[in-house]
C-alpha cells in the first residue's frame, strides 16, 4: 500500500467556507462527494475554482477533495480557489510567487454591509417627505 500525503488549505470568500485536501493523483475533483462537473455547472465558476491549479501546471497531477459550506455558487468557488491555492502552497513553497502574481493568495474580504434599522436596506433609505 502506497501512502500518499495531503496538504490541507482553507478559504473563505463572502460567508462560504472551504476545506481543501490535496494529493498526487490523476486529476479528480470531488466537491461534497458530487463530481466537479456536476457541482460547479457553470464554466465560469469552474474556471475560476480551478485557477491555482492550471497556473501552477498542476491539473493533471493531483487529486483535489473538497469540503464547502455556506454561501451561494460564486462565493463557493471563490473559496474552494483560494483553499487550493493554499494547499499548494503547503506542497510545494516554491509556488508562492507564481501564485502571488496572479493574486491567487490574497483573501477578498469583500462582505455584504447589514441592514440598518429605519432603513430598507444597508445604505438605501426611505424617501423623505418634507409635507
Do not use: C, W
Request: net charge positive; aromatic share 4%; no cysteine.
Amino acid at each position: 500500500m502506497t501512502e500518499t500525503t495531503q496538504h490541507l488549505g482553507t478559504g473563505r470568500r463572502k460567508t462560504a467556507i472551504a476545506r481543501v485536501r490535496l494529493s498526487t493523483g490523476t486529476g479528480k475533483i470531488l466537491v461534497n462527494g458530487r463530481a466537479f462537473n456536476q457541482y460547479f455547472p457553470l464554466d465560469t465558476l469552474r474556471m475560476h475554482a480551478t485557477q491555482p491549479l492550471i497556473t501552477a501546471g498542476v491539473m493533471d497531477k493531483v487529486d483535489v477533495k473538497v469540503n464547502v459550506t455556506g454561501g451561494g455558487p460564486t462565493g463557493q468557488a471563490g473559496a474552494v480557489r483560494l483553499g487550493i491555492a493554499r494547499a499548494l502552497l503547503r506542497q510545494d513553497g516554491n509556488l508562492r510567487p507564481v501564485l502571488k502574481a496572479e493574486g491567487l493568495l490574497t483573501r477578498d474580504a469583500r462582505e455584504k454591509e447589514r441592514k440598518k434599522y429605519g432603513q430598507p436596506g444597508a445604505r438605501k433609505r426611505y424617501q423623505f417627505s418634507k409635507r
